[in-house]
């Protein structure tokens, strides 16, 4: 079974007002949860996950969200992976500059700017895992599983 998720990637430290600022919302952290649970097309509406290292932070999103990461003073990330519908979405920016975006639907490219990270033909999936690996550098590819996430409502 393939993945319908969304999410951002950032480079870096954040704290909860970074991440509130960055969806135009207040969060507020109730539960623990697994890889599993974070990924899972069934979520509760107005959720998030969060897994978050020194080095950075994963957010998983509500599936087909999309926020303005464009004023964003770091290096992020937005994704989004839909195996089932075959579309993916990714798009990176470093101190508000577009690096790279890439837009995938059942066989066509509709945007491709920039270059790096992606290239036709590669399996998104994995280079945003790939990408986890680099941003959060905790071996996310090998450990994914066995990662706690913080669940917060929006």
């Given at each position: 079974?393939?993945?319908?998720?969304?999410?951002?990637?950032?480079?870096?430290?954040?704290?909860?007002?970074?991440?509130e600022?960055l969806l135009?919302?207040k969060?507020?952290?109730?539960?623990?949860?697994?890889?599993?649970?974070a990924?899972?097309?069934d979520?509760e509406?107005?959720?998030?996950?969060?897994l978050?290292?020194?080095?950075?932070?994963?957010?998983?999103?509500?599936?087909?969200?999309?926020?303005?990461?464009?004023n964003?003073?770091?290096?992020?990330?937005?994704?989004?992976?839909?195996d089932?519908?075959?579309?993916?979405?990714?798009e990176?920016?470093?101190?508000?500059?577009?690096?790279r975006?890439?837009?995938?639907?059942?066989?066509?490219?509709?945007?491709?700017?920039?270059?790096?990270?992606?290239?036709?033909?590669?399996?998104l999936?994995?280079?945003?895992?790939?990408?986890?690996?680099?941003?959060?550098?905790?071996?996310?590819?090998?450990?994914?599983?066995?990662?706690?996430?913080k669940?917060?409502?929006?």
């Open positions: 079974m393939g993945y319908n998720i969304a999410g951002m990637l950032i480079k870096g430290e954040t704290d909860q007002t970074i991440i600022d135009d919302a969060i507020s952290f109730p539960e623990e949860i697994n890889f599993e649970d990924t899972t097309g979520r509406e107005n959720t998030i996950d969060i978050q290292t020194n080095f950075g932070t994963l957010i998983f999103t509500e599936f087909g969200s999309l926020y303005d990461i464009s964003f003073e770091g290096e992020i990330i937005q994704f989004i992976i839909s089932i519908s075959d579309t993916y979405y990714f990176k920016y470093i101190r508000g500059k577009l690096d975006k890439y837009i995938y639907s059942q066989g066509e490219i509709s945007e491709d700017e920039g270059s790096g990270i992606i290239k036709e033909g590669d399996d999936e994995h280079a945003i895992w790939q990408q986890a690996d680099d941003f959060l550098q905790n071996n996310f590819t090998e450990n994914m599983f066995d990662l706690q996430f669940r917060y409502h929006l």
